[in-house]
């Protein structure tokens, strides 16, 4: 729990982190909008599409049918180089210009205008300089606050020897300068001439006129030749927003300035700018407004001793002295002294602490992780009947001795985590598995499909009537696992494998003797005979097959598999069920019928003498179609007589012909298709036990050859 608690804190921060990131990376145009044109950066209020612009007053459209895209402003499509927060824009702006040709008349001629909208003409920025020897310049405009025409100008005269020595400054020879006055729009200016520039047309046949941003602009006497090729020169705007103060827009809806930043109102012009409050930064029109600067991960802005002193704040900082240092850590870098014992103690304490911490949380975590392993066995354990078998076995006095419930971990070790090599069987059952005990005891133990829940009590049953058999040719039950998603059942290990193998092996020099055959058919039947009638609840079987026939090493039968067995209650003597068994082994009259009796079980042994005596297998998918099903083949033949010719070859050649005639009558019976008919399996037995003792010396097929 503390973990995940952990896990989730942290998942939280580095989201949180992200986010941030992502917000201080994030342009300064609103959301979704862009931001830039050509490499001019546009910040919010300025836009280039509707929705992303304060007002059409803000508006800078992108040309992007030039190379780089150019970003202008509508009116007059001026380009803009430059946008900034603090209340300017540059733009790119006509020169002014008088050129004449050498005899006296005007070659070229222009008026520039600029209307401005709601920017003013930055005064401290700019001048309004003229550039020429024989040159007279005006400008106009409107004053923002009063609409008044405004009017000046300045005029520069000069020859050529005052031209061939011009001082890199401003000051009347062939260049003169005015500066204008704050709030100036709507710029009209115009330039020409004395002379028509007749007498100085050799060194000088233009004039020229322009306001500049001062710091862009530096006359020279080269000036003259550069301006013939110039057609546009920077201009600093300004701009606001609104034309009202502070103290009466913050009241209005519209009021611009968004989180933590302040309004200021700038010198001598209308309306308002924002900032960003000391200790933020950002643009403070964007609707999420100023974020806090982390002042500690810049040394230049805090002067903690260290980034580890150094706390932020919103908006600012705050120094702190670490564990061991005693001292003013707000006032300076000295204010922080080492405190020797102090350290000492403190570390000690620290180190304790988190030695505490470490230990506790692993404690919890291992207490946690092995008490959810141990619901989960339990839960298991309960869905697997765990409990029912515990009451079971109580209520019925069995030992633990006889049945005993193994833990999944020991299994687990016996089989070395169910390791394929263990595997000695794989059916429709599940798995079994070979495992050594602790104690150096070998068994089979059997992994089952999912228990169906209804199943539970049946199969519970099962185990404990499968303890109390004890019968030598049973496969003993030695106990079984319900922690396990599936139970697990643990059987005494039978060393020679099934008796299928015995009989239907490829080579059949090593299939076994008619004797063993007879002893393991008389010791089957005894053990369906106790099953059926000696036991104390009767057993019906019903996969009766010589899969589930296993041998030890001197060829003793075992019977085993008793996953589908089915408990008959006393007062009932058929049962009806799902029908369930072994293609080639099935009851006919069950299978009609779904009424299962101890007779399937009989039909089934019936199949089981057939195969002994042919060795042939019970359903085969090769052959005419009478021949597939081995019953029905067996019958046939018998009756047209011809027995002789399906016997397995060792069969024929070690068994007597009263004995194989015998054991193949037996088996006709038990293959009845009317289970009254068939004989019962105490019968059975009773046959074979007969057929044994018979002393015959010839084999059938010495009898033949004679
Ligand atoms: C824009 O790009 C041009 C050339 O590509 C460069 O001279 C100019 O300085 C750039 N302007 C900005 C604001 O980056
Ligand atoms: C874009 O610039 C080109 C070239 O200067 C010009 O011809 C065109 O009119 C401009 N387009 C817009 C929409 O201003
Ligand atoms: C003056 O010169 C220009 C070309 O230099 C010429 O086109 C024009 O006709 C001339 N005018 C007079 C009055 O000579
Ligand atoms: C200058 O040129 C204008 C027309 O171009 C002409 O009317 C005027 O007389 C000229 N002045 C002198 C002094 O040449
Ligand atoms: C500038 O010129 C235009 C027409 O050319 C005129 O309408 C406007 O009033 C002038 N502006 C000023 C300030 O004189
Ligand atoms: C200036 O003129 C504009 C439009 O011509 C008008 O809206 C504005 O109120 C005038 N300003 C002053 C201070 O007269
Ligand atoms: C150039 O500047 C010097 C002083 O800086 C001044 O004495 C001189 O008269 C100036 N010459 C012209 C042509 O203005
Ligand atoms: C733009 O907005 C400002 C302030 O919000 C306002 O004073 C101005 O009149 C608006 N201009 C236009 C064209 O809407
Ligand atoms: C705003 O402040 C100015 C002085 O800065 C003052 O003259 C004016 O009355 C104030 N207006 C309001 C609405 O407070
Ligand atoms: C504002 O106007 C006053 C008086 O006109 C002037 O002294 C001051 O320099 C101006 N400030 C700016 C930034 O232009």
């Not at 006497?221 to 913050?250: R, T, Y």
């Not at 070998?442 to 303890?467: G, H, R, Y």
């Not at 039968?557 to 408990?567: E, I, T």
Request: glycine content about 6%; some cysteine.
């Amino acid at each position: 729990m503390a973990t995940l608690a952990l896990v989730r804190t942290l998942q939280l921060i580095l989201f949180n982190c992200l986010l941030a990131a992502g917000e201080s990376v994030a342009s300064q145009a609103l959301p979704g909008c862009k931001d830039e044109c050509g490499n001019l950066s546009i910040p919010y209020p300025f836009g280039m599409t509707p929705g992303c612009y304060l007002n059409e007053s803000f508006l800078i459209t992108c040309n992007t049918s030039v190379n780089p895209h150019r970003p202008q402003l509508v009116n007059g499509n001026l380009e803009v180089t430059s946008v900034t927060l603090e209340g300017q824009v540059e733009i790119l702006h006509y020169v002014a210009k008088d050129c004449y040709n050498r005899n006296g008349t005007t070659a070229d001629r222009n008026f520039p205008q600029l209307r401005t909208a709601m920017f003013t003409i930055s005064n401290d920025r700019n001048k309004f300089i003229a550039v020429g020897c024989d040159t007279k310049a005006q400008i106009w405009a409107e004053r923002e606050h009063n609409n008044n025409t405004y009017f000046t100008g300045c005029m520069a005269y000069c020859e050529k020897t005052d031209a061939l020595h011009l001082n890199d400054s401003c000051s009347g020879v062939g260049c003169c300068q005015v500066s204008i006055p704050s709030g100036l729009k709507n710029l009209n200016m115009s330039v020409s001439s004395y002379y028509n520039h007749t007498r100085v047309w050799d060194f000088n046949p233009c004039s020229y006129a322009f306001v500049v941003d001062e710091s862009k602009f530096s006359f020279s006497d080269k000036s003259f030749g550069e301006l013939a090729h110039k057609e546009f020169l920077p201009m600093a705007l300004d701009w606001a927003i609104g034309n009202e103060p502070c103290n009466v827009s913050e009241h209005k809806p519209d009021y611009a300035c968004k989180r933590s930043s302040i309004c200021y109102n700038p010198e001598n012009r209308s309306g308002y700018l924002c900032k960003c409050k000391d200790g933020y930064n950002g643009n403070p029109y964007h609707p999420d407004g100023c974020e806090d600067i982390d002042e500690c991960k810049d040394s230049s802005l805090h002067n903690c001793i260290s980034e580890r002193n150094c706390f932020n704040t919103p908006g600012s900082y705050k120094c702190f002295c670490t564990k061991g240092f005693y001292g003013d850590g707000e006032k300076d870098r000295k204010g922080c002294m080492r405190n020797q014992a102090n350290v000492i103690k403190i570390s000690i304490v620290i180190g304790l602490c988190v030695l505490v911490v470490i230990v506790g949380s692993s404690w919890l975590f291992f207490i946690n992780k092995k008490r959810k392993l141990l619901n989960m066995k339990k839960k298991f354990f309960k869905q697997n009947g765990g409990l029912l078998l515990q009451q079971e076995l109580h209520e019925q006095r069995v030992s633990t001795e006889t049945v005993k419930i193994f833990t999944a971990e020991a299994l687990k070790n016996a089989t070395k985590n169910y390791d394929e090599s263990q595997i000695i069987g794989k059916g429709g059952f599940g798995t079994v598995y070979k495992g050594i005990l602790k104690n150096g005891t070998e068994v089979a133990i059997k992994k089952s499909k999912v228990v169906d829940q209804s199943q539970i009590k049946q199969f519970i049953n099962e185990v404990i009537i499968l303890t109390q058999i004890n019968h030598r040719n049973v496969v003993k039950l030695l106990g079984c696992c319900l922690e396990t998603e599936v139970p697990l059942l643990v059987y005494e290990l039978v060393s020679n494998g099934t008796l299928s193998k015995h009989i239907h092996c490829e080579d059949k020099a090593f299939s076994i003797s008619w004797g063993i055959r007879l002893r393991i058919a008389t010791e089957s039947a005894q053990v369906l005979s106790y099953l059926h009638s000696a036991a104390s609840i009767p057993i019906i079987h019903r996969d009766v097959k010589p899969t589930n026939i296993l041998l030890d090493d001197n060829y003793t039968a075992k019977v085993s598999d008793f996953g589908a067995s089915r408990l008959v209650p006393m007062d009932q003597t058929q049962l009806s069920t799902m029908v369930q068994g072994t293609l080639g082994y099935l009851d006919p009259e069950y299978l009609c019928t779904a009424q299962l009796t101890e007779k399937s079980d009989v039909y089934s042994f019936g199949v089981v003498l057939v195969e002994l005596l042919t060795g042939k297998t019970a359903h085969s998918f090769e052959g005419p179609e009478e021949e597939r099903n081995l019953a029905n083949h067996f019958v046939l033949w018998l009756k047209n007589d011809r027995l002789f010719e399906i016997l397995d070859n060792k069969v024929a050649k070690e068994g007597a012909v009263e004995q194989i005639k015998e054991v193949a009558k037996l088996a006709k019976k038990c293959l009845n298709v009317k289970g009254e008919e068939r004989p019962s399996m105490k019968e059975v037995a009773q046959v074979l036990e007969d057929v044994r003792r018979l002393r015959c010396e010839h084999p059938w097929a010495e009898v033949a050859v004679n």
